[in-house]
Structure formats: structure tokens, C-alpha cells
């Protein structure tokens, strides 16, 4: 067996391609993972990650290649969900796995079929309340909840302790983790990492695969680097620097920290385009966007911030007492699972329907220009497809997620509102993207922008802090630093 693999090798592969049609989604990967290590798993999106990690646990057969679990070759048409589970490989992928109909407790009755017999459901409570303790400590998940109606966050919270808990019958080896800190706060996102490290030197072993390269360099003691379907980079953590990894991934390297420079003059005049107010706001705190502005909402997950936006999407067409709206608008969604996608459309459609008005004559739409407008945003936003009318969910995660961006800024709409739209795009075509925000905002577009990572507010102009359903602090430029932020996001809870 080729590359660098020993006995000890949890789990093995050599020369594993896999083909979609046309796209040779992995071109011959090899790469071993051994007890004790964090592989940190980077590279841009659609290098491959995700199809490598499917074809590690089971859910993708490779078209070919090795595969070796703890020294034994096993053929590849034999790799599958119940050998990786035999083996003690857990997965926590990127789009949720939950069943949103049944409770917590069920999920890990899903997961975990020896949980079965008289008093599961009071085991399988329990072994989950001792996950999540452990891994997310004052996390304020019941067990008995359904799954649906939980945020983002404590979906992703339930899903990765599921993928941890030691049972009976089996207990995780290795464990996968595919952008699991996207949908998290950073507060939330540091315990899961803080996690990580802890069952690494307990002698399990992760893999951890991140746009946020804080994270990898944090947690993993080894970086793999993906592009285009083989790994180009595979040594120990201390071998990178951050310069030096994004240009492994093939970006260009940062030259500047993105930082939005101040406009000559206050965009804080005038009319604003819109005005809300959060339902629970008991003073006179309001969320004004004024013309060309780009206004960040900040605070810890599941604050009101997303409420806030759709409140304001209401109010574009519906009378509304808490927001009036001045513009068109378009929405970047950042739960592309179920705000975002159509899933049975093609890419290209998935682009175009918020501009089908502007792309039609007399009624029809102009498939010229449909198709030129299909074209454009390919191009600028590096969407990795060989044909736009591929159904959209062959895109890997950041590409769907490229579409929707291209979908808002493609429109006519005035003002953009963003749920916490970067979640698994990659550091170059955030990039790419923050600079767009600042053209789009210079030639007077107007942004509202939640999200969760405290250097994209550094792209704003002025910043509302929510907390418990409130504004509680507003900060203009050059007044907030990620200290003045944390402070407000937690005063209340540390009072
Ligand atoms: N079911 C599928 N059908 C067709 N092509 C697919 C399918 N799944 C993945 N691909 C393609 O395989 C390539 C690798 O995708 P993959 O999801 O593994 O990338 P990734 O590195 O995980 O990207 P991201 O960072 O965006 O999650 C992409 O070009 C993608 O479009």
C-alpha cells in the first residue's frame, strides 16, 4: 500500500478516486488517520472534503482505490455505514442528519439501535444529557424537545453530542467533524473545540474540517490541504503559518485585514431604508439601515437577530408595526437546508428567480439572458459546477451557498439582508465577496447583516448588539471591538 500508512492507522485510504458524472470529485487521495491526532481538513470549496469524509464513513462508495480499517484491507465495495460504524467512525455532517419530527432523546434512539428494550427512552435521555454536559456545559437543551423546534445552533449541538456518546455496544474511535462549528456562537464553538482536544488526549482521534482556519490551527496537530480532488498538503500543524496555508488551498494571501474604510461623510442621514424594532425592545432602541450602509446585528446565536430579519422581510410586502421597509430587498438565507435552496431546481434557476422580472420581455423570460446572467455569476463567484443546469444540490456545501449570494446580488433589490450567510464559504471567495459588499455598498446598496463571526462586523458601519430578544447595544464606527461586543452579548447572564 502506497502513501503514509502504518499498521496503526485507524483507518487507511490509498488512490481513492470518485467520479459524479463528469466531475471527478476526488482524483487518487491517500491519507491515514492514527489514535491521538486531530487532522485538520482544509481546502475550497468542492476540493473534495465532504466526498472523502462520505466515502470514510460509509455513505459514498469510491469508484476506486483502497481502503483499510485498523490494518485490514477491506474491498471497496464492501465499505459500509455498519463497518465504518463497527470501527467506531462517527460522523457529524455538514447539513443536519436530525429527524426534526421526533425528540432529541429519539434521535439518539435513531443513531444508536442497541438503545433498544424496556427504559430506553430514559437511557438514551440520560447518555445524551452526559454529552452535552460534557461537551457544551450550561447548554439549556432538554431531551424531550423536538428537534424541529430548536434553533440552528442546538440542532447542531444535539447532532454532534449523538455522534459522541459511548454506549454498550459501541463507542466512537474516530470522529468526523464537517464545518461543525458553522451554525455554533463563538462562545459554543471554543467548548466543542475545547472538547475536541480533550478526547484527542484521551487517545481518540478527529477529523476536523473548517473554513475558519482559527479553528484548525487551534485544535488539529496535523493539516491536510485538499484542492481539487487530491491532497497537495499533509504535514504537522507547526509546518503552516496562515499566510502560508491559504496559499496551499490556492488563495491568494491577505493583504489586508478587510477592515471597511470610513465614507467621507456620515451615512447616518436622511431617511433610513428600513427601521425595525424587535418586538420584546421595551425603550426606543431601533435597527435603522440608512442608504449604502452596512449594518451588522451581533450577540450570541439565537438572540432575536434572525427574528428581526424575517420581521423585516414581512414588512417589504405586509403592514407591519415593527419594521417599515423603504426598497426592494432580497434575502441571503443562511439555513440554506430550509430558507434557501430549491431543491429540485438547477443551479441556474436556484440564480435567477429573484431577477426573472428584469430577465423577461413581453412577458417571457429571455432565455439569452438568463443564461448570460447564469454565466456572469459563475464567473465571479467561482461557482465549481461544469454545467449550471446540474441540479443545485450537486454542489458542494459552499457552492449552494455561492448561489444564494449570487442570487441577492444579482437582483434589483436596494437592500440585502443576511442570515449568517458565509457559513462554509471559503476564505477566498469570503474575500471575494466581503469586497463586493463594500463596491455594492459604495454605489449606495444597503446591508443588513447578522452574523456570528466577530471579524465580519469589522466590515460594517455600525453594529447592533442583541441580547434575549433586544437591542442592547448599538455601536457605531471605530466603537466596537470584539471585547465591547462579548460584553454586551453576556452582561445580562453574568449579572
Ligand atoms: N451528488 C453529487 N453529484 C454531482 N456532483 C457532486 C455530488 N456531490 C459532490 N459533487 C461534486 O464533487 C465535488 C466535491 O464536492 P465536496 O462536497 O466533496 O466538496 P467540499 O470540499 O466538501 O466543498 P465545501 O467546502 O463547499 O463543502 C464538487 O465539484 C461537487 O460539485
Redesign the pocket.
Known sequence: MSGPIEDVALVALSGVT?S??A????AGVDLAVRRGECVGLV????????????ILAGTRTPTDGRFALAGKDIPIADVSVSRALDAGIRCVF?ELSLCPNLTATENVRVRHATLSGFGWRRKASRLLTEALDSIFPGHGIAPAATVGDLSLGRRQMVEIAINFIVTDAAEPKLVIL??PTSSLDQSVASQLLAFARRFVERGGSVIL?S?ILGDIFSTANRIVV?RD?AVVADRPVAAFDRAGLVAAMGHVAEDRDGRREAPAKSLREGEPMVVAMPPRQEDESRVAVHRGEIVGLAGLAGHGQTALLRLVHHAVHHRSRYATVKGRMAFVAGDRQSDGVFPLWSIGENVTVRSLPSLSRFGLVSSRREAAMEREWKETLKI???DMD??I?????????KALFARALGSDAEIISMDDPMR???VGTKREVYERIRQEAGRGRSFLWYTTEFDELLHCDHVYVFREGRIVAELGRGEFDEEKVLQASFEEAAA
Do not use: C, W, Y
Not at 23 to 26: I, N, P, Q, S, T
Not at 393 to 401: D, F
Open positions: 470518485k459524479f458524472g466531475v471527478r470529485a476526488l481546502g475550497h470549496n468542492g476540493a473534495g472534503k465532504s466526498t472523502l469524509m462520505q455538514q464537517d464545518e474540517i473554513h485538499m480532488g465549481r459546477t461544469p446540474d441540479n444540490l450537486t454542489l458542494s456545501g459552499g457552492n449552494q451557498q462554509g464559504v471559503d
